[in-house]
């Protein structure tokens, strides 16, 4: 017969879940260049019962992002992102599948997304921090939610619209920097559908800019490793640039800036370039080029699409609408296993790859 402490362990033994996590192993330095090695594979346990208002999730994508750098920094350097702790699971933009529920809201089969997933196989969450999706609207295509019409796509079309001042038949002209990106790839398309008359990438390998005209429908696209980028761009935009969707700022936007036309528009969406350096964010200009935007009356404002959420639900709509109908390209880069959650680091900009993680199988 077994004894009341060896039933009580074994009532004990049951009431956790084994699963795998990812956790924060070290930071690579405010100027360092992240690598696999700082996140690290683990087993850790979770209850196997859920509380009033809670959801037991599978998880089945993850987001692994540019803006990720700046959280494996013990200070963000921003005021709105929460760095990423030492032997701490890392979180990001999530997709799962409800196992069990005991929120109203949900029921076991729902498919669901939160900002605040955990890197983990299973997770135990709150329901109110939790969104339920339709997976028709993006063809199935689950992963979607999380790029082209989740965070990705809100930044490029509400930048765009909130601080691109795009208008139909203003004959305007659009550089993107970091055009080939997950963001800037749907910016120049979304600059099209918006009225703008000529949309012209900026991207670093001559494959990449193939893409973005053949693809993408970009007017054009510039390698910035070879040639003159500045005689490139008074090339392809002879009447200037009226509007600059920002995502690397340095050198590259400097010579945009310098080109761009009298009360034009920057959209400050990101500033790849500067991620792995200890500089406030966004990175001041240069004195010379501060002087061109106060003449030229050219906006740069920060822009943080978690400001626009009350714009959330209609936005996504209009960008699943446009992917069903062809008009959005998506491509995405998706890697296989929790483990390989390292792919997601981009080896040649020493930033974080635009991915997503397929943890488990539907």
């Given at each position: 017969m077994l004894s009341f402490v060896e039933i009580l362990c074994g009532i004990a033994a049951k009431a956790e879940m084994i699963i795998q996590r990812v956790v924060l192993n070290s930071r690579p330095g405010k100027n360092g260049v992240p690598v696999a090695e700082n996140f690290r594979l683990e087993e850790s346990t979770i209850a196997d019962a859920i509380q009033a208002g809670q959801v037991r999730v599978r998880t089945l994508y993850l987001s692994v992002d540019p803006y990720m750098r700046c959280r494996m920094n013990e200070d963000t350097g921003s005021d709105y992102l929460l760095p990423w702790q030492l032997?701490?699971?890392?979180?990001?933009?999530?997709?799962?599948?409800?196992?069990?529920?005991?929120?109203?809201?949900?029921?076991k089969g729902d498919f669901v997304i939160s900002f605040n997933w955990p890197w983990q196989t299973v997770a135990i969450l709150d329901g109110s921090l939790l969104q339920k999706l339709i997976p028709q609207l993006v063809n199935g295509r689950l992963s979607y939610f999380l790029g082209a019409a989740g965070i990705t796509g809100l930044t490029a079309l509400l930048g765009i619209k909130e601080k691109g001042h795009v208008a139909v038949g203003a004959n305007q002209t659009m550089v993107v920097s970091g055009a080939a990106g997950a963001c800037g790839s749907l910016a120049g398309q979304i600059g099209r559908l918006e009225g703008c008359s000529r949309v012209v990438g900026i991207a670093g390998t001559d494959e990449k800019c193939s893409i973005l005209v053949q693809e993408m429908g970009f007017d054009?696209?510039?390698?910035?490793?070879?040639g003159n980028v500045?005689?490139?761009?008074?090339?392809?935009?002879?009447g200037g640039v009226d509007v600059y969707f920002d995502n690397?700022?340095?050198?590259?936007?400097?010579?945009?800036?310098?080109?761009?036309?009298?009360?034009?528009?920057?959209i400050l969406c990101g500033q790849i370039s500067q991620y792995n350096k200890d500089v406030p964010y966004p990175p001041p200009l240069s004195p010379d080029i501060e002087k061109i935007r106060k003449e030229r009356n050219i906006t740069r404002e920060r822009f943080l699409v978690l400001n626009y959420m009350d714009k959330q639900e209609a936005s996504v709509l209009q960008l699943c609408q446009w992917i069903q109908e062809g008009k959005l390209k998506v491509r995405e880069t998706v890697v296989e296993g929790l483990a390989n959650i390292g792919a997601g680091i981009n080896s040649s900009t020493g930033t974080l790859a635009d991915d997503s993680i397929l943890v488990s199988e539907i």
């Open positions: 032997s701490e699971v890392a979180d990001g933009g999530g997709i799962g599948v409800v196992e069990e529920s005991k929120h109203d809201s949900f029921a054009a696209a510039i390698n910035y490793k070879k500045a005689e490139q761009l008074r090339e392809f935009c002879p690397v700022g340095g050198d590259i936007s400097d010579t945009v800036i310098s080109q761009m036309n009298q009360n034009s528009h920057i």
